[in-house]
């Protein structure tokens, strides 16, 4: 999977996705620290790339967009670092990994995961 880390997240997500098989990168990597949402999401999409973020603006643009790229994963856990919630994040990405390629918005919680399709015509696919 490949996947961007948001600003918001450390980026020592970056080595622990590695570690698991992903092509990961930081946003500070590749782009301004105080970049609009809507930069990232934009190089994500032209990337190829998920966008990993703890920012529940993601899903709100996506979804007010109608697009379909790129997948968001979000992380809604009380704790957002990889020796806390790693192995949470690396069981739900590979179970949501054919849905990840073809655009969703997956959001871990502690204790649930939830998968939605991006946009408003793939609704009723759910």
Known sequence: MRIV????????????????GHDAIHWS?????DAPDTAIIDWARASGRAVMTADLDFGIALARSDATAPSVIQLRTGSTLPGRVGPLVARSIDGARADLLSG?????????VRLRPLGLDRTDQA
């Open 104 to 112: 969703v918005l997956l959001t871990i919680e502690t204790g649930r």
């Open 29 to 33: 990597e590749v782009g301004a620290e």
């Open 5 to 20: 880390v948001d600003m918001n997240l450390t980026p020592t997500w970056v080595p622990y996705l590695q570690s698991l």
